[in-house]
């Protein structure tokens, strides 16, 4: 029994020496990851964790004052950010960006750059390593890194056909699939799908804009499946949806890990797998 103890002691010990350092966020109700930072060590501000950003940004319906951010032409740079006891400089601010939920702004990878590091939402943390952790239960898909976003690759199953597409890893977006335009057109997903729900806005030109919220039967990520999914889309005049989103309600599914390089995520299901959908407004 001691030298079971012992092990599982040193086992602790080695995971806790290659994590460089741990960040601790909290999850809303719409499935946003917040993070409290001091921002030029005068600004506290709840920042939303934006995957698909490098930079961060500040909100105009923020409600806590960033007086210390100065912005000239709505883009502030070498400003330090603080999360608990780490302290990142050069970080560049956008100004008059809106965000998710009780946040007061956005954070992206930026603070992650050169560096291994796992969203994990068992624990409500991000790990930084300089080493690759133990990747045991993890499946790999390749990234693709196209200005400065994260894509992944995943199977839609529609009317039991395979259809593989790239999805922008989106933690803003707070539901499941939103599907781009090019990946709709020509699908019929408004009779391939069961819809849930359906809003139509216009804008000053007369023209419409319809919003679709439907259920996707089968979704393949990897060899992981996830069934009934809520997928949205557009229809009508406008063409709004260039990239099709991985949502932060499936995001959190998952427990990530990202390589260094961005050529790689590892994966495996979080203890929200089989969660109710979010459901969108």
């Not at 040193?10 to 409290?36: C, D, G, Y």
Request: charged fraction near 25%.
């Amino acid at each position: 029994m001691f030298k079971i103890i012992s092990s599982l002691l040193l086992l602790s010990f080695l995971s806790t020496i290659q994590a460089q350092e741990i960040i601790p966020f909290r999850i809303t109700k719409h499935n946003n990851i917040i993070v409290k930072t001091l921002v030029n060590d005068k600004d506290s501000l709840d920042l939303m964790f934006q995957i698909a950003m490098e930079d961060a940004s500040i909100s105009p319906d923020r409600k806590r004052n960033a007086d210390h951010i100065i912005f000239k032409d709505e883009i502030s740079d070498r400003n330090t950010i603080k999360i608990g006891k780490k302290k990142y400089e050069n970080i560049r601010f956008f100004d008059n960006e809106l965000t998710g939920h009780e946040a007061d702004g956005k954070i992206g990878t930026g603070i992650f750059k050169g560096k291994i590091f796992k969203i994990d939402y068992d624990n409500s943390r991000f790990v930084v390593y300089d080493k690759m952790p133990d990747l045991n239960g993890y499946q790999s898909v390749p990234l693709l890194l196209k200005n400065e976003q994260l894509f992944i690759p995943a199977n839609s199953v529609i009317e039991k056909q395979n259809v593989e597409a790239y999805f922008l890893l989106q933690s803003g977006y707070s539901g499941g699939i939103l599907y781009s335009n090019e990946f709709t057109d020509g699908k019929e997903l408004d009779k391939k799908l069961k819809v849930t729900g359906e809003k139509t806005l216009k804008n000053s030109a007369g023209q419409s804009v319809i919003t679709k919220n439907g259920i996707l039967p089968v979704l393949k990520v990897g060899n992981f499946v996830l069934k009934d999914v809520s997928a949205g889309f557009f229809a009508g005049e406008l063409k709004i949806q260039k990239s099709s989103y991985f949502g932060a309600d499936l995001l959190r599914r998952f427990n990530w890990i990202f390589d260094a390089e961005r050529n790689k995520v590892y994966f495996k299901p979080s203890k929200y797998f089989k969660k109710a959908y979010y459901k969108m407004n």
